[in-house]
Each structure stands twice: as C-alpha cells, then as structure tokens.
DNA sequence: GATTAACCGAGACGGTACGTCACGTCTTTAA
DNA sequence: TTAAAGACGTGACGTACCGTCTCGGTTAATC
C-alpha cells in the first residue's frame, strides 16, 4: 500500500505497475538496514529494486518523501501496552521507546528528515503528519488515564505527549544525554499528578 | 575569537595567520544568512573569505565542526532575566526562545548540525557541549528558584531542563507544532510545582 | 506519401490509419526546421504529430528511416537544367547545389544520417538509395552530353559523379572549405575534358 | 603532447598533472578499439584512464574534441611514398588509403565528428584542421611531380586534393559505392593530365 | 450481430549517458 | 610551515532519450 506521498496518477496511458511503490520502499528498507542514511543513493536504490532511476521520481518528490513511506511501512504499530495502571503502561511504553531510539540502523533516519524537511514543505508537512501518528500510542494510555479516573478530567495530554516525547528526542539529538531506564521513571514520575 | 575546535598548531615554521580564525568565521556566518547551511560549500565559503580550502581543513575538522564556532561566536549570552519570580523569569525566558528558535534564517543550522552528529563522533561531542551551554540561563533561573524558596529542595532541575527545551525542540522540530506565548504558558504551569 | 521504409502490414485486425505516415513525416519535417536533428526526439515528435510512439516504431524501424521519408518528401526533384550546352548545365546545376548544400536549416541532417548508417545495416542501405538517387540529374546531364557529341563516347560518367559530388562533400562536411561559384568554376573545367 | 585543444591554464594554483592529456587520450584510443565511438561513454573513459570525470571536462569542451585529440595522436604521419613517378606514388598513396579508411574499427570515427561538428563550432573549426593536415602527404605527391616536370606547373594542385579525397569520402559515406584498386586506378588515369 | 485482431493515444517502464556539483586531498609558488 | 590557488579522484545528483510494454478504447474484416 503507497504512501501518502505518491502522486496522483493520470487516468490515461499505461498505468502505473501496481506494488512497484511496495517494492520500491522494500528495497529502501533494506537498504536503510544494511548502509544507513549516509550511502542509500538514488542509483543504488533503483538497482537494488529493479527499477529505473525515473520510475522513483515519478512516483516520490524526493528520496526523503519515500523514506517516510518506508518509515510508515516498517513502523509495525507498536500495540498500546495495557498493564491495569497508568504508571505501568507508561514504564512500558518508554521501555520500548528506549529499545527502539536509543540506538540501531536507522537512527540516522529521522535526523536527515528533520534536517531535510528545513528545505521542503511538502516533507515538513509529511514528516509532521508522521511525527503525529507515532502519538497515538502515548495518547491512548493518558485518555485511558483519565477514563480510569486515575488522571484528572483536565489533564493536559497535549502537553504530557509534548514533553514525554521531546525529553526524549532532545537528549537523544541535542544533548546526547543518556535514554535509559532510570531516566524513564524520573520522567514518569514527573508527569504524572 | 576561535572557538575551541580549533586544532593545535605546531611550533616550528611560519605561525598560523592572526586573526584568519576570526575572518573564516565571518564569512561563514555571512553566507549562513545568505544562503543558509545548504549552499554553505567549502569552495563558496573559501571564496568568499580569501582562503584556500587546505587552510579551512588545517583549521577545522569539518564544516560542522566549524558551524559550531560560529553559532558560539554569533549567539550573544542572552541575559539570564530577573523579574523577582520564577514564574516571571520563566515566562521572559521562553519569550526570548519562541522568538529566537521559532523561526528565522539560521533555523537550518541545528538540524543539519544534528543529522551531521550521527556520522562524526566529534561534532557528536560538540554538539552536546553546545546544547548544554545553552542550558544554562534555564538552570540558573530553577536553581535561583530553589534559593529563593520557590521551588522544593528536591526540584529536579535537569529533568525540567530535559522536559522544556525537549518539548519546544518536538515541537519545532518533529511535530511541526506552533510555539506561541500560549503554549509557554500551559508549559510553565505544568512544570512548577 | 509514405516512404519505402515502411514495414508491411498484416491483412487482419484494424487497418493503419490512412495519412497517419504522412502526417509524421510532416511533423518531422516541422521539427527539423524548428529544432534541427538534435531536438529533434521521439517524444517530441509523437507529442507533436498527436501520435503515440508505438505508432512511429510500428511504421520505422528508427528515427534515422523515417528521417530518409522526410527528405524524399521534401526535396522536391530538382528539375535537370537544358541549356544547350554541357557547361551550362554543369554551371546551372552546380549554382543549384552550392545554394542547397551550403547552409540552411536541415544541413545537420545529412551528417547525421552518415554517422547512424554506421551502426545500422538498413539504415547503410536506405542511405545509399538515397544518395544514389541524387546523383540523377547530374548523370543525366553527362550523358547528355555524351549523346550531343560534347564527351567523348567513353567519358567516365561514374568517376565524374563521384569526384564532383565527392568534392562537395569533402569541403562541406570535412575541410570546411567554401562552396561558391569559383570553386564550381573551377571544378567543372576540370572534369570536362 | 596534449592536442591544440587543450585549454589554457592558469598560473597559479596546482598546475595541471603533466602526462594526464597524454593518458586521457590513450586511454580514449583504446577503448575507441575496443567499444567505437558509441560506447566511449565519459564515465567509462574516466575509469579506464583512472580520472575523474571533472578532469576531462576540464581539459576538453566535449567528448569530440578531446577524440580530435586521439586522431591527432592515433594517426603515425603516413610517410609519404616516393617511387620516382606520380602515377607510383598515387597508386602507392591510395592503396594505402582504401586500407586504412576502408573498413577498421575506428571507421564510425569521423562520422560521428563530422555529425557533431554542426553543432559546435569549435569543434568543426579543429576538425578543418585535422581534414587539412590530413591532404599534406598527397600535397607533397602532386608539388613534386610539378617540380619534377611530370605535371604543368598551373596544374590545380587544390582541386585535385578536393576531388581525390572527396571522391573516396563520398563513396564511403554517402553512395556505399566500394573503395578497391580499380576504382582507385580510373581515378589517379582521371585527374593526371 | 458477435468475435477477433490489429490499431490507436497515452504514458509507465528499465536502461544508459549526460554534465554539474561538492567533498576532502594534493601540489604548485610565494612568503 | 603557512598561505592562496586550483587540480585531482570520487561519487551522487536530477534530466533526457531510448525502445518496449501495457492500459482502455476503436475500427474493420471475419465468423
């Protein structure tokens, strides 16, 4: 299933080889594991997926646009934990986050885009969307929060995901400061009332 | 004045050029503002300030690590505020953030300075020291707070560093989100006490 | 009318389109005025014929075949010149081809059309007829002079053909030496005897 | 020795790799053996020669000029027969043109200069060059049989070049007409008085 | 009248070559 | 040894054609 990013097709001519975008962010996928960011060239994509250099142009405004299909596609939706408690769900969840931003392949992947979606506001505008989906699972555990009437009616989720999130992401990106467990609890007990 | 990447030089032979530290950076902060971090090439940046390439490399280990000196050298040490609360302090100080990090023609260089980090262990190491520096005037406000008696003995002053900038940095970078005096504001309640 | 270059068709099916080849051609002719041989691409040229591309290659085996239609449709037959006399005619013809070999749009043909037969055996093939094809009205002007009694019985026609039109080729094309009425001059009192 | 075509270079800096040119088009002549002028492909040119593809282009305006070049340096000076008679030297002159321009490898050469040649005018002023460096050894032919009395002193030792060779050029370019002895013969009987 | 097969415009497709650009290093002359 | 200048090998870029193919739809001759 394509992405957001493909561009509409024309109702005329030979129409577009249908699972040739699924192959395409296949073979990007692969390659994003096995040479990073740095080294997934245009050339080298279109080889490894059998494809001409033009049938990617004609189907993405840029590398980085496809990569955040490849980000959609890869990104199986991580299952909301459910643990009975709000503190508990929350341990969970930056468990997994801990896991899966602290290092490996693909770290250098949302950095580019970042950096990238500078120069492209089609790309900001993709990446922002993406940034939002990857919410939801924070999100459900806070309003599940508040329905359990652990959390009061007023709580500011917005703000929580806001903050949960951005800690992470600065000490990830910016000040390189360590993602580990002990940090999770601090934070945690931060947000919660 | 240099900033600290600058490489030792030897003793013997002619003595490294007074001043070319100073001239290179100049000109590095120039184009910066002309034509932002893309199109900031060596060969421009050479150019422009009437150097041979061999001199910037002999200088700084990459361009990254020379965009570091002249954000150190550019950004003015904005002055902690002192309204008598930390409350009011705070709210001076994201009002300074929202109008500096907000937008403006150097909102590339961060970004760029991050996604070059994931590849080069040094600028990785200078980046962090640059993001710390700059949390500075954020720890002085908390801990005068602390002093005062606004806030408890046990504040957690680096987690509310790590949550505040973390939550505008999501914001303006990764989720897109406006920051605004509203949301400075919603940010400063949820973080006192 | 359509060249002899194009393929035969089966009986079966629906027809080709009667006028289709002609309106190509004209096309092609177009385009070569407008933009030459180079420029002159298949896309181009199905974009301006209103015509898909499979329908030129269903009718040529190539750009360069379909190119030898459009001279034959173009170069209207050069009527033989008849003045009385071998020189005159040879003067006459000769004038003819310095104006139309000179210069003008379509000069860039020819070369290209040289340099294809090397990499295609039918293309060598059409291009011969062509050439030879040319060469009609100045093989009817020797013989008729053989005939007047002006040449001798046994005057090499073939030779002269050769050296007179070789001539001009070989200035044309190679020594870029001028075509003008002295050369012809020339030229022609050396080949009568 | 890099050919006239070389552009000139600057004083300062680091000079041009001496030799370079030389292997450049060394290269080019071997692959022009190997693979013909279609198939000499810059990229595969500057991997042959070990070179970047910035470094051709920084010596030659085009593919072509630089393969002017090669001729230039291809062609050993064919030395010029003497065997006492003109008619001796043209039959020894010309066998030796049939077998060289007859058939061979570098046979798509010329045409492909000749073709390229309309559209650049540098490049159609070099290949004049080449063209007229090439008549030298059938000059030298002609003026030694006017000092030696064997032709007229008025005797139009231009034409005869023109003719000559233009009638061996048009006959392998254009009419497909065979180059062998005999023809070669009809033509030395032809332009000898 | 239904079937069949080639035609048609449009444009996607896998390739290949292009010429440019930036990188970081090297090599000259001069100070 | 530093400096300015610029050549060097490398490798990615995005574009342009090539000649083929695959759609939906059309048009005649055959069944």
């Known amino acids: 299933m394509p992405g957001g ?10 129409p577009r080889t249908v699972g040739l975008d699924a192959a395409i962010v296949a073979a990007a996928a692969e390659l994003l594991g096995e040479v990073g960011m740095v080294g997934l060239s245009m050339d080298l994509l279109a080889q490894r997926a059998g494809v001409g250099k033009a049938t990617i142009y ?7 646009q496809l990569v955040i299909d490849v980000l959609q596609a890869i990104v199986e939706p991580s299952p909301t934990p459910d643990t009975g408690t709000v503190v508990g769900d929350l341990t969970a969840y930056t468990r997994m986050m801990v896991e899966r ?3 490996g392949r693909m770290s250098d992947v949302l950095p580019h885009l970042i950096e990238a979606s500078c120069y ?6 993709s990446l922002d969307d993406y940034s939002r989906q990857r919410q939801t ?5 806070l309003r599940r929060g ?15 995901v806001d903050t949960v999130l951005g800690a992470f992401v600065y000490r990830r ?9 002990a940090f999770s609890k601090r934070l945690i007990a931060f947000v919660l009332p």
Not at 137 to 141: K, Q, S, V
Not at 173 to 181: Q, T, V
């Open 58 to 64: 004609r189907r993405w405004e840029s590398k980085e």
């Open 146 to 160: 508040i329905e359990r009437g652990e959390l009061p009616k007023d709580y500011d989720v917005d703000l929580v």
């Open 137 to 141: 699972t924070l999100r459900a555990i």
């Open 5 to 14: 990013a493909t561009k509409p097709r024309p109702v005329r001519g030979r």
């Open 101 to 103: 931003f602290g290092q």
């Open 173 to 181: 990106l910016m000040s390189g400061a360590p993602l580990n467990e």
């Open 120 to 125: 492209d506001d089609q790309l900001r505008a």
